[in-house]
């Protein structure tokens, strides 16, 4: 049986047989001295829930538990005594205070690091906390002569907890968050090899002379569900590495960009064998751009426009001055105007109404991989969507000579 821990109750009259032991009671000292002097018997109150909401599958010792919180104690005591005007009263009050090279913030960092390698959750964080603010000022409370601590040190206490949970919670988020997408990134580059056997065991076989009618179509069709995931993949790369802060990098030779255009469209169709797209080519589209990174963008472009718009598909490419633009546009629902601020964002999905379809169906993760490969190009995307149409524009500079 789980051990019942004292904060968990309400009745203050449990520490009532402690509070002759507890070091202040007989003259009443501040609360930040009084964290000093009762750390001992605040870490092991700490360390005892914290056992009881860690994972089961770690059994972790106390000293283990109370290790990351002896330091952000000392801390904040400290800043309890540290001056503190209106204006940073305010800051505070608003998460604005914290400076990351702070001994303060280095310690909420730690706790947070301590507790994801042990196995915590970010509500069971959260919850310790809790835990730690309620016994700091029950125990406070039963050492003053007239039960009622001094309002304005209870204020910077508050204060003080508020921002450390606030530092461990954010930090424990990036690192968690950080986690998952090295664990996309590895799936997404460990998945390719066998997908690309995949595709070219179905390409050899579609060559053998005596394969029968339903093999060629079982084999197309596992050609065009091969493509398929590789573009997600692809797909899948580019939104890690753009999580994980890393550059997308564009290899800038020679290009046409109409011929892009067509390619992207003739990859399309070859997935999506009822599509109807039309391409529309004029200007100079001659320039220098990542020819693979864009080609992937068009494609991302067109996928979406058949798989939520209806009838007839237009990628049109025009080239004028030290600029070209791209143009993907279909028929069908609008984009609601809920969804537009955040339609470029990673995994972010519409929910149109009953029986609705089309555009307004839902996007997925491939507008923010077009955003980040027309922002590797120093260019840009957007979308005008109406009950007539639904255009993708992209504008990407020209680069002459690479350059």
Not at 141 to 146: L, Y
Not at 206 to 211: A, D, H, V
Not at 245 to 261: A, K, Q, S, T, Y
């Amino acid at each position: 049986m789980l051990h019942e821990h004292p904060f968990c109750k309400s009745d203050t009259a449990l520490f009532l047989d402690t509070r002759h032991h507890l070091p202040g009671f007989e003259e009443h000292m501040s609360l930040s001295d009084f964290i000093e002097a009762n750390r001992e018997h605040l870490l092991t109150d700490w360390a005892e829930y914290a056992s009881q909401i860690c994972s089961n599958e770690r059994a972790l010792s106390v000293s283990e538990l109370r290790n990351s919180g002896g330091e952000l104690l000392n801390q904040i005591a400290a800043d309890m005594r540290t001056a503190q005007s209106a204006a940073q009263q305010r800051a505070k009050s608003r998460g604005e205070e914290g400076h990351p090279e702070s001994g303060f913030s280095q310690s909420a960092v730690k706790h947070a690091d301590a507790r994801l390698e042990q196995g915590f959750e970010i509500n069971d964080v959260i919850a310790e906390f809790r835990a730690l603010r309620a016994s700091v000022l029950r125990r406070w409370e039963n050492t003053s002569p007239d039960g009622q601590p001094a309002f304005q040190e209870m204020i910077r206490f508050n204060e003080a907890i508020d921002q450390a949970l606030t530092e461990s919670a954010e930090h424990y988020a990036q690192r968690r968050n950080r986690i998952q997408d090295l664990f996309a990134g590895v799936l997404a580059h460990d998945l390719r090899s066998p997908l690309n056997a995949i595709a070219n065991s179905s390409e050899l076989l579609l060559r053998e002379e005596n394969l029968s009618s339903p093999g060629i179509r079982a084999t197309a069709n596992i050609q065009r569900g091969t493509a398929r995931m590789i573009r997600m993949i692809g797909d899948l790369m580019v939104f890690a590495r753009a999580r994980l802060h890393e550059e997308l990098p564009v290899d800038l030779v020679h290009e046409n960009i109409g011929r892009i255009c067509s390619d992207a469209a003739d990859e399309v169709r070859a997935s999506y064998p009822h599509a109807s797209i039309d391409v529309r080519l004029t200007g100079d589209l001659d320039g220098f751009w990542d020819g693979a990174r864009m080609c992937q963008l068009v494609v991302n472009l067109l996928v979406n426009a058949v798989q939520h718009g209806s009838d007839q598909v237009t990628v049109e490419a025009s080239g004028h001055g030290d600029t070209a633009s791209i143009s993907v546009s279909n028929t069908g629902n609008p984009i609601p105007s809920r969804a537009i601020p955040t339609l470029f964002d990673p995994l972010k999905r519409t929910r149109p109404s009953p029986g609705h379809c089309g555009t307004a169906a839902g996007m997925g993760l491939g507008l923010y991989i077009c955003r980040s490969i027309a922002r590797a190009h120093n260019g840009n995307i957007g979308v005008d969507s109406t009950e007539q149409r639904t255009t993708f524009k992209v504008q990407v500079p020209r680069y002459r000579n690479g350059k």
